[in-house]
């Protein structure tokens, strides 16, 4: 079997994989057997496919896809900063277990799979938010098309820089291990800063871009974003999902091997 069925996961039910114990190999099966990755791939065909059926022409699909290629960053920037690292959605009851699941159960266990991808009842609305009212007014149909087939490809992209970033693996390419080691800083170092997942572009224009550990001291709070126990006794909602206080550090996962 493979890697003892990739050491802690399920092929078939590509669950519970853990990423600080798999190698580049593993990760690959695991990530193009993901159902949530294959139904961003089945989404992004039929959305060229849609394309391809009401075709603006060369300049408004490139122009359309750049677009949103170019726009990508500065959303993810924003909605990571000031949506997931924010601390409204844990103050209140009906949004509480949306927050659990969208990122704070991420920096709880960084290198825990099934919670490194979001939910599709969550991704693919945002998803479609960025990309679709761009790409109508640039190309009616067949650009909002293009938009939505190209937005699902770059969160594709993203989302296996993102594994990579937790794997126990070095990468070859040095701008691979920058990017990781800038990521990691973000989730064992300090959580207000590096919210970028493949540039860092956007970090350095808001000023929230650091490069080593020597830049800031450490967080107390960068496993569990402020949601400590004294906010989980003000707001339990979280804990009570959780089945047990915020940790203050992921449990079971090995600290990442030359990363930083």
Known sequence: M????????SLRTG??????KMDLRQLWIAYLTYPTILLYIALAVASFAMLG??????????????????????AWYLIHRFILHGRFLYRMKW???????????????????D?????PLNTLPTIALITLPVGYSIGHLGGAAAAMGTGLTVTCIYEFFHCIQHLNYKPRMRWIQKMKQRHVLH???????NYGITSFFVDRLFGSYYADARARPRSAHVFNLGYDLQEATLYPWVMDLTGAPPREKPDGAPPQRNAA
């Open 53 to 74: 059926r009401h075709f603006p022409g060369i300049l408004p699909t490139a122009v359309a896809m750049g677009a949103v290629i170019a726009i990508y960053p500065v």
């Open 2 to 9: 493979i890697g003892s069925t990739l050491r802690n996961g």
């Open 187 to 193: 989730h064992f170092h300090h959580e207000d800063g």
């Open 15 to 20: 669950r519970s994989f853990d990423l600080g």
């Open 115 to 119: 919670v490194l991808f979001g939910s």
């Open 95 to 113: 949004t509480a277990s949306l927050w659990k699941r969208i990122h704070f159960d991420h920096h709880q266990d960084p290198h825990l799979l």
